[in-house]
């Protein structure tokens, strides 16, 4: 189903996908996946460029897919707080539409597809009461750069930092920010990263991966070969990552669930 979500003024466009019974769970035990896009992306590919409906039947699992503008998976500055949104306002409104979720910490987890997978991951770390496990595919933290170099469009004004002093300082600086966490004692979600050899991305997982690892973590890593053509945004390009991105759903589900 298509829904309609207004917070902050904001009218949030959110797709749910549940399983065909789905109103003959008990209350409180159904579980959920919810699904992260990529840039450019919004809701709404889930449901063309992926088989969710039929997984949620599957594997008996809700699939809750919210559009973030652009896939900007922080709070902005002067505009739309999304990490806020996703973390408090969208976690409260799902369970009180649909009570038959769980909001058990073993019963969430996270998927991203690239810039995504990013917020997958800061996301569950931010919020380890509510998500139990993340999945990434096609880690995407290529943002990064502009805002440790002090050239990125947002620091002049509009949304996300003042300065590159402020992001350093965030946990959208999500490299630092894992060693931060890490070093909290806090309760570790269970994490598993997938990439393609080819893509302009594979680095940037990769990347991520090891530094989990040196930091005592163990993620799963799983990659393939081949290369999508993303950055150029053509119709190929689309359709070659969202295959890679149902592929790795679908492998997501079967390690979550099994």
Partial sequence: MRMEVFVGGLSITLHVFLPEDWRKNPPGEGKTLW???DKFDDSGDWQSYTGAELYATLYD???????????RYNNWQNGAQWESYFLRDLWDYVHAMLPCLSTKREDNAVFGLGRGAYGALKFALLAPEHYGSVFGASYDDGFLKGNLE?????????SGYPSPEAFLQSPDNLRQ???TY???????????LAARTGDK???AG????ERLYALGYAPVWYEEDGAGSRPDHSSGGVFSDWAFGDRMLKKALIAWRS
């Fill in 61 to 71: 699992t809700a699939l809750i897919a919210p559009s973030m503008n652009s896939a």
């Fill in 35 to 37: 699904l992260l896009h």
């Fill in 150 to 158: 002090g050239t990125a469009h947002r620091f002049r004004g509009g």
């Fill in 177 to 179: 920010y894992v060693e």
């Fill in 206 to 209: 990769l990347t991520m991966k």
């Fill in 182 to 192: 890490v070093q909290s004692g806090g309760e570790k979600p269970f994490v598993w």
């Fill in 201 to 203: 991305t594979y680095s």
